[in-house]
């Protein structure tokens, strides 16, 4: 950890290659402890970032910090304190598993007796099997257990979850998540943020080469917008309007008087607490709130065009 307790920070990192700006100028604070997200659509720039951080490239101008050292200057010292797991993982060996991951180990510093397949274990990889005949999805969890598995300070993973199926997803984010409660940061990026927005603290969203934003999980959720549907018992449609009107950030409001209860739809924009308040007067016998996609609401809320984002996936 750094004085100011920042395990990563930069300043102003910028990466051309030729007259492409692949990283135009971006200034990260990522606290030690805890977990950041970079997300962000293809050629965004989130691989260059972890290159240079990793000092796999170098910068055109600006600086970085990583755990207190340049990683210009860190060398194996450094290296050895960071688990990284590249974004294309080409792993073509003949040999097991656990082979490779040996072979890792050796390179990458002490592991601790039983880690390596404890971690397997968790993510439902075969350690005796050759790399090469692994599955794409395997492949990936093999790049998990390598990066995880010598504890490092600081963890630069690259699109993680990719290749993952949804129930290795969320053993893979429990794992990010006791990784930061042991003191651990971690550093992971993502095309999709619902993917990673569960395990994060933090998120920039990156669009090419620049920070759009930084903002807390929470912060990004309060912005977002909420499909609300509630049925009440002994209420009428026109009391129903009356105490809702005047909720600024509320529309598309439906009130339908059936047999049964009666049935609001509504579009929560932001802060439901005032939806909330104000239906809690009746008799409320169901609620329901969809979860609210955030990727959509943060990227128009920052005028990106999400069909061509998505375009480029
Ligand atoms: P992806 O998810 O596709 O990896 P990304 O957000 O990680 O996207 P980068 O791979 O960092 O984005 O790429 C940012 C931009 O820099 C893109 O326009 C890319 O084409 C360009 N770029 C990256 N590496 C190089 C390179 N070695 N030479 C030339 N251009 C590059």
Redesign the pocket.
């Given at each position: 950890m750094t004085e100011s307790g920042l395990a990563i920070e930069t300043r102003a990192l910028t990466?051309k290659?030729?007259r492409?700006?692949?990283?135009d100028g971006i200034d990260l604070a990522v606290e030690a402890g805890s977990v950041f997200g970079m997300i962000?659509?293809?050629?965004?720039?989130?691989?260059?970032?972890?290159?240079l951080l990793l000092d796999i490239?170098r910068p055109t101008s600006g600086a970085a910090s990583v755990l207190g050292s340049d990683p210009r200057t860190g060398g194996p010292a450094l290296r050895r304190q960071i688990g990284f797991l590249p974004?294309?993982l080409r792993l073509d060996a003949r040999i097991t598993g656990r082979a490779l991951l040996n072979h890792f180990a050796s390179i990458s510093g002490p592991v601790a007796p039983g880690a390596m397949n404890a971690i397997a274990d968790r993510l439902g990889l075969d350690l005796e099997r050759r790399v090469r005949t692994l599955s794409k999805g395997n492949k990936q969890k093999l790049g998990i257990v390598q990066a995880f598995m010598h504890e490092p300070r600081l963890l630069v993973l690259?699109?993680p979850t990719s290749g993952l199926d949804p129930i290795v997803q969320q053993e893979f984010l429990a794992m990010v998540r006791e990784a930061s409660a042991s003191g651990q940061t971690v550093f992971l990026?993502s095309?999709v943020l619902s993917e990673i927005q569960q395990a994060a603290d933090a998120v920039a969203i990156?669009r090419s080469?620049r920070v759009v934003t930084v903002s807390s999980v929470e912060k990004l959720r309060l912005t977002a917008t909420r499909h609300v549907r509630a049925g009440f018992v002994g209420v009428t449609a026109a009391e129903l309007h009356q105490a809702l009107s005047g909720i600024p950030n509320l529309s598309g409001l439906a009130v339908v008087n059936g047999d049964g209860p009666t049935e609001l739809t509504a579009t929560v924009t932001g802060n439901i607490d005032p939806f909330v308040k104000a239906i809690a007067r009746f008799t409320v016998a169901d609620l329901s709130v969809e979860e609210p996609d955030l990727e959509e609401s943060v990227l128009k809320l920052y005028g990106v065009d999400t069909d061509e984002a998505s375009d480029?996936k």
């Open positions: 990466k290659y030729g492409i700006t692949a990283l962000g659509p293809n050629g965004a720039g989130k691989t260059t970032a972890m290159r490239v974004g294309e690259d699109e990026s095309h990156l080469g480029e």
